[in-house]
Every structure is written in structure tokens, then in C-alpha cells.
């Protein structure tokens, strides 16, 4: 069942009181010289239709909290988060990850993973990539453990049968014995240093670094908005 979309008088209270007191609501506190990151699961980010006006705006109000920050379930239309980019405004870049999670022609819930990040605090590094494994990997995993994957391959195989002329339901994912692939492809970006400070005394100034680092999501949990 569908929950009932905000109104805009709630939408004023929601934001006023977000306003007032930010930190009941456990925002992140900005410290000087630091950078602040986030996951952020946003269930089914899909089309800008989806949402109403209010809510794209509460959603970009969310990550501007943060300098980085990795959202995932986002849909294979890109509209809703470029919405959302909309609403951030150039201080902020983005990318994301092609789809995951479904076989290419065939129906799924495909979705990508994708990170936005405030260009003044943080640089994109030269890293982008999904996290996979060589066909020659997946083949040795398999040869090595090759009985105890037949042992629950095959009772699978008689059900799939089955699902496939119509007479029982598709069965479910079954626990193999040996990791052979990642149900959703990890995506990896890479963000380097903070970006030099204007006026900074030579102290301040090397307080602000930020070493190089690596985020990798793998579709964390987190809170979802659908209003």
C-alpha cells in the first residue's frame, strides 16, 4: 500500500523544524578543514515524476550535508537524481555506475550506484571501476568446488525445470558453497585531497589536507523517502 504523499503545509513543518534544530535530527556537525561523507539508500531514485517538488527538494536538502556522499538503489532512468543535481546546483559533480544486479535483454531490478560530491572539498581521483573478478577465476572457484556446487545445483535445477514449463514458481536464490559473482556489482570511485583553502595561514593550511582515500559501496542500508 502506498503511503499518503506529504502536503506542502507538512512539508513547511518538516523543514522548519529542521531548520530550528538541526541537531535533534542528528545532522552532521561540519568541522573546519574536514570533509563530511554519507550513504544514503533513496528507494527506487527513478523518475523526477515520481516525487513531488517538495520532496526532490528535501532529498538534495539531505546531501548537501555532505561533501561526499554514496547513494544507492537508483533506477536505470537517470532523471530523479539529475533532479536532485538540479537542486544542488554546480557546487556539486556526480557519477554512477551502469547497471547492476540484472543480465543485460532480460527483465530485473537493475540499478545503479552512484556517488555526489562538492567539488570545493573534495577531487575525484583517476580510479572509477566496478569491482569484478577474472572468467578465469569463476572457473578455477568452480572446478575446486565442483561436487558441493552440484550438491545444491541440482535439486535447484529440477525446481527451475519445473518454473520453466509453468508448473511452479520460480524458485528462490539458492546459498552456493563458493563465492562465483556478487549479486550486485560493487562500484569503486576514488576522491583525493581537500582542495587548497583561499586564506589560509600555513598551519590551517596542512590541517585541511585530506589524504587520498577510496569509497566503496555495495548498496548499504539506509533511510528511504517516497513521499
Same mark, same amino acid.
Request: proline fraction near 4%; aromatic fraction near 12%.
Given at each position: 500500500?502506498?503511503?499518503?504523499?506529504? &502536503?506542502?503545509?507538512?512539508?513547511? =513543518?518538516?523543514?522548519?523544524?529542521?531548520?530550528?534544530?538541526?541537531?535533534?535530527?542528528?545532522?552532521?556537525?561540519?568541522?573546519?578543514?574536514?570533509?563530511?561523507?554519507?550513504?544514503?539508500?533513496?528507494?527506487?531514485?527513478?523518475?523526477?515524476?515520481?516525487?513531488?517538488?517538495?520532496?526532490?527538494?528535501?532529498?538534495?536538502?539531505?546531501?548537501?550535508?555532505?561533501?561526499?556522499?554514496?547513494?544507492?538503489?537508483?533506477?536505470?532512468?537517470?532523471?530523479?537524481?539529475?533532479?536532485?543535481?538540479?537542486?544542488?546546483?554546480?557546487?556539486?559533480?556526480?557519477?554512477?555506475?551502469?547497471? &547492476?544486479?540484472?543480465?543485460?535483454?532480460? @527483465?530485473?531490478?537493475?540499478?545503479?550506484?552512484?556517488?555526489?560530491?562538492?567539488?570545493?572539498?573534495?577531487?575525484?581521483?583517476?580510479?572509477?571501476?566496478?569491482?569484478?573478478?577474472?572468467?578465469?577465476?569463476?572457473?578455477?572457484?568452480?572446478?575446486?568446488?565442483?561436487?558441493?556446487?552440484?550438491?545444491?545445483?541440482?535439486?535447484?535445477?529440477?525446481?527451475?525445470?519445473?518454473?520453466?514449463?509453468? &508448473?511452479? @514458481?520460480?524458485?528462490?536464490?539458492?546459498?552456493?558453497?563458493?563465492?562465483? @559473482?556478487?549479486?550486485?556489482?560493487?562500484?569503486?570511485?576514488?576522491?583525493?585531497?581537500?582542495?587548497?583553502?583561499?586564506?589560509?595561514?600555513? =598551519?590551517?593550511?596542512?590541517?585541511?589536507?585530506? =589524504?587520498?582515500?577510496?569509497?566503496? =559501496?555495495?548498496? &548499504?542500508?539506509?533511510?528511504?523517502?517516497?513521499?
Amino acid at each position: 500500500m502506498a503511503s499518503k504523499p506529504y &502536503t506542502k503545509d507538512e512539508w513547511k =513543518t518538516i523543514n522548519a523544524a529542521l531548520d530550528n534544530d538541526p541537531d535533534k535530527y542528528r545532522f552532521p556537525k561540519r568541522i573546519y578543514g574536514t570533509a563530511l561523507m554519507g550513504s544514503f539508500n533513496i528507494r527506487k531514485l527513478g523518475s523526477s515524476r515520481n516525487r513531488s517538488a517538495e520532496t526532490w527538494q528535501f532529498l538534495a536538502r539531505i546531501c548537501k550535508q555532505f561533501d561526499l556522499i554514496a547513494i544507492q538503489e537508483i533506477m536505470d532512468d537517470l532523471s530523479g537524481l539529475n533532479r536532485i543535481m538540479e537542486y544542488l546546483g554546480p557546487e556539486f559533480g556526480m557519477v554512477v555506475s551502469d547497471k &547492476t544486479g540484472v543480465f543485460p535483454g532480460e @527483465s530485473g531490478l537493475g540499478e545503479r550506484l552512484g556517488f555526489v560530491f562538492r567539488w570545493s572539498i573534495v577531487e575525484r581521483g583517476e580510479v572509477i571501476s566496478d569491482i569484478t573478478y577474472d572468467r578465469t577465476k569463476v572457473i578455477e572457484i568452480m572446478a575446486e568446488n565442483y561436487q558441493a556446487i552440484h550438491h545444491v545445483m541440482q535439486p535447484y535445477s529440477e525446481k527451475y525445470l519445473e518454473y520453466k514449463v509453468g &508448473t511452479r @514458481s520460480k524458485p528462490r536464490n539458492i546459498e552456493l558453497p563458493a563465492f562465483l @559473482s556478487f549479486i550486485r556489482q560493487p562500484y569503486c570511485v576514488s576522491f583525493k585531497r581537500l582542495k587548497v583553502f583561499r586564506k589560509l595561514s600555513p =598551519t590551517s593550511l596542512w590541517q585541511s589536507m585530506l =589524504t587520498c582515500f577510496s569509497v566503496i =559501496t555495495c548498496l &548499504t542500508a539506509g533511510r528511504s523517502f517516497m513521499h
